[in-house]
C-alpha cells in the first residue's frame, strides 16, 4: 500500500515535471515567434510604436492573365475638296486638301487622268508623291511640281499607316501657260452665297453663285446655273440664274433667284453650272458644287444683322515673323432691337494664280464661331510665308451674320524662307511718301537664286517695277527705294532656281542715301520681269467666301396636366406641369 502511494505520487510527480517542461517549451515558442513576428529577423523591434504592431499576411493568389486587345484599325482617310482645282504647268503650284482622319506624315498623291487631253507618253509615271505638310486632320497641303503631264488628275491621301482615301477623280487639272488651251468654268462651296447670310423657315431669301473662270480667249455667250435643294433632281430644283458674261481668267456672279426653305435644320444647296453644255471646257467633272447651310426655325424680333467694322491682328500690325497671332474686331449691332455681337468667325486668304496675270483670292483656312466676348482669339496663320489677308465675320444673338467682313492685310515675314524653281513670294508694304523701303535677299548657297522686285501703287501695266535686283546666283539682292507716292507697295521674290534664303523687309523713316531705286540687274544675263504676279490694287472685296450659317438650339415648351382631388368632395382638378 505505502509502495503504490509512493509509486502513484512518483508518477504524478513525473507527470507535474513533464507538463511543466512542456509548458516552458510552449512559452520559449510562443516569445520566439512574438520576437520574429516583431522584428522580421530574429531580434526583438528597437522600436516601441512597432513593438506590438505585426505586418499583414501577404494574400496568396494566382494572377488572371491580361487579355491580349486587338487595336482598333484607324479610320479611312476621306478628301472632300481640292483647292485650288488647277495650276499652269510651268511652274511648282500649292494646292490644298480638304477632308477626314488625315494623319501627321500623310501625303498626297496625284493619278493622270488625261481625259483626251493629252497622250500618255512612256515616262509618264502613274502616279507622282506630293510633297506634303500636315496642317490638321482635316487639312493637308502639298506642292505640284512643275512641267507635269497636261491634263486631269485624281488626288488621293494615303496616311502613314497605309490606309488611303478613295481617289476623287478629276480633281486637279494641269493647264497650259497657252490660255487658248484651257477653258474651264467652276466654283467652291463658300461661293453659294445667300441674302441674307442668315435662314429662317418659311422666309424668302435670295441665292447666286459666284463662277470663276481658267483661261479661254474672248467673252463666253450668256449661260445658267441651275440650283437645288436636298437633291439634284427636278422635284428639287429651286430655279435657273444667268451670268451674262465673263472674261479670261476673272469671276462673275450669278443673276439672284428667289427661295424659301420650308423647314428648319441643316438643308444641302446645290449648284451645277452650265447645265445645258453650252460651254466647251476642258474638265466637265468641276461644274456641281455642294453647300449645306442651317436653317432656323423661326425669326426672332432683331431682324438687322450686324456690322464688322475693323479687324486687328497682334492689336494693329501688318507684318508679323510668327505664324500665331492673335484677332479681335470691332463690331456692332444696330437699331431697331439689338440683341448685341455675340459671335466672330475667321477666314484667311490666299492668292491662287490662274493664267498669265490672271488669279482669285481663295479661302485656304477657316476658324468656327469664336465667344465675342472673348477676344483676343489665338489664331495660326497657314505656314508658307508671304501675304495673306484676313477676314472677320460677326453675329448677333438672334444669329443674323453680317452682310460684309472686316478684311485686313498681313504680310508673314520669317527670317529665313524657302522656294522651288519658278516659285513667287509677295508682300505688301505700306509706305508714306519720303520713306524708306529697304528689301534684301541673301542665298544660302553658291548656286541658289532668288530675284527682287517692288511694285508701286496703281501700277500701269507696261511701265515696268519701281526697283528690282536680279544679280547671278549666289549673291545678295537687295533693293531700296524712298517713294514720293504713299501707299502699298508690292515686294516679289522670284525664285531663279530652287532656293533657301535669309530674307529682310524694313521700312525707315528716310533712306540713308536719297534714290528712287537700285537695279544693277545684269539684263543681259536675265530678262527683268515686266509684269506683276499679281495685280498690285487686286485684293479681296469680301465676297469671295460665306461663313458657315449657325445652328439654332430651341426650347420646346409643352404642357401635360396632373390630378388633384379636391379636400371634403369628389370635384377632380388640372393643373398644368410644364415640361422642357
Not at 488625315?102 to 493622270?112: D, E, G, L, N, T
Request: charged residues 15%; contains cysteine; aromatic residues 8%.
Amino acid at each position: 500500500m505505502a509502495l503504490h502511494q509512493t509509486q502513484k505520487h512518483k508518477t504524478a510527480a513525473s507527470q507535474k515535471s513533464t507538463h511543466s517542461i512542456w509548458g516552458l517549451a510552449a512559452l520559449f515558442l510562443v516569445a520566439l515567434a512574438v520576437v520574429f513576428a516583431v522584428s522580421g529577423t530574429g531580434k526583438a523591434a528597437t522600436d516601441q510604436s512597432q513593438r506590438y504592431q505585426s505586418p499583414p499576411p501577404s494574400p496568396i493568389y494566382t494572377p488572371t492573365p491580361t487579355p491580349t486587345v486587338s487595336p482598333l484599325p484607324s479610320p479611312t482617310p476621306v478628301v472632300e475638296a481640292v483647292n485650288p482645282g488647277s495650276g499652269v504647268i510651268n511652274r511648282p503650284n500649292q494646292i490644298n486638301v480638304y477632308g477626314n482622319h488625315f494623319q501627321s506624315r500623310a501625303v498626297v498623291r496625284i493619278f493622270w487622268e488625261s481625259h483626251g487631253q493629252t497622250a500618255r507618253s512612256a515616262d509618264t509615271p502613274v502616279y507622282i508623291q506630293l510633297d506634303t505638310q500636315f496642317i490638321g486632320p482635316q487639312h493637308l497641303v502639298a506642292k505640284v511640281p512643275a512641267n507635269i503631264a497636261k491634263g486631269l488628275y485624281g488626288v488621293r491621301v494615303i496616311n502613314p499607316d497605309n490606309q488611303r482615301s478613295e481617289i476623287v477623280h478629276a480633281a486637279y487639272e494641269a493647264t497650259s501657260a497657252n490660255p487658248q488651251d484651257t477653258n474651264d468654268l467652276t466654283s467652291r462651296a463658300e461661293n453659294l452665297w445667300t441674302t441674307p447670310n442668315a435662314l429662317t423657315a418659311g422666309e424668302s431669301v435670295s441665292l447666286g453663285l459666284t463662277v470663276f473662270r481658267t483661261g479661254g480667249v474672248g467673252g463666253l455667250p450668256p449661260f445658267a446655273v441651275d440650283f437645288y435643294a436636298g437633291e439634284v433632281n427636278a422635284t428639287h430644283k429651286i430655279g435657273r440664274g444667268f451670268i451674262t458674261g465673263i472674261s479670261p481668267d476673272s469671276s462673275a456672279s450669278t443673276s439672284a433667284i428667289s427661295w424659301t426653305p420650308e423647314s428648319h435644320g441643316e438643308i444641302k444647296l446645290f449648284a451645277v453650272i452650265d447645265p445645258d453644255g453650252q460651254i466647251a471646257e476642258s474638265n466637265e467633272q468641276n461644274n456641281q458644287i455642294k453647300r449645306k447651310v442651317n436653317v432656323r426655325y423661326t425669326q426672332l424680333t432683331d431682324t438687322t444683322p450686324p456690322l464688322a467694322q475693323k479687324l486687328y491682328v497682334n492689336g494693329g500690325e501688318h507684318q508679323v515673323s510668327d505664324p500665331n497671332v492673335s484677332l479681335s474686331v470691332d463690331a456692332v449691332d444696330p437699331a431697331p432691337n439689338p440683341t448685341g455681337v455675340t459671335k466672330s468667325y475667321y477666314v484667311e486668304l490666299q492668292w491662287a494664280s490662274g493664267i498669265g496675270s490672271g488669279g482669285v483670292w481663295i479661302p485656304v483656312k477657316w476658324t468656327t464661331w469664336n465667344d465675342f466676348a472673348s477676344q483676343p482669339h489665338a489664331y495660326e496663320m497657314m505656314p508658307n510665308s508671304g501675304l495673306r489677308y484676313l477676314q472677320a465675320w460677326v453675329a448677333d444673338g438672334a444669329g443674323n451674320i453680317s452682310a460684309k467682313p472686316a478684311i485686313q492685310r498681313v504680310n508673314y515675314v520669317p527670317a529665313t524662307d524657302s522656294l522651288l524653281e519658278g516659285e513667287i513670294r509677295v508682300f505688301r508694304p505700306a509706305l508714306l511718301a519720303g520713306q524708306c523701303l529697304s528689301v534684301r535677299v541673301e542665298p544660302a548657297g553658291s548656286a541658289m537664286d532668288p530675284d527682287l522686285y517692288v511694285w508701286p501703287p496703281n501700277h500701269t501695266p507696261g511701265d515696268g517695277p519701281a526697283g528690282y535686283s536680279i544679280l547671278p546666283a549666289g549673291q545678295v539682292d537687295q533693293v531700296v527705294i524712298q517713294p514720293t507716292q504713299a501707299g502699298i507697295y508690292q515686294v516679289e521674290v522670284v525664285a531663279f532656281t530652287d532656293a533657301t534664303y535669309n530674307q529682310s523687309i524694313e521700312i525707315l523713316e528716310s533712306c540713308p542715301t536719297a534714290r528712287t531705286s537700285l537695279a544693277p540687274a545684269l539684263p543681259n544675263a536675265k530678262t527683268p520681269r515686266t509684269e506683276p504676279s499679281v495685280p498690285v490694287e487686286n485684293v479681296p472685296v469680301g465676297d469671295e467666301t460665306v461663313p458657315e450659317t449657325i445652328k439654332q438650339y430651341l426650347s420646346f415648351i409643352s404642357f401635360t396636366s396632373r390630378e388633384i382631388q379636391s379636400a371634403g368632395s369628389n370635384k377632380t382638378i388640372y393643373l398644368p406641369t410644364l415640361n422642357r
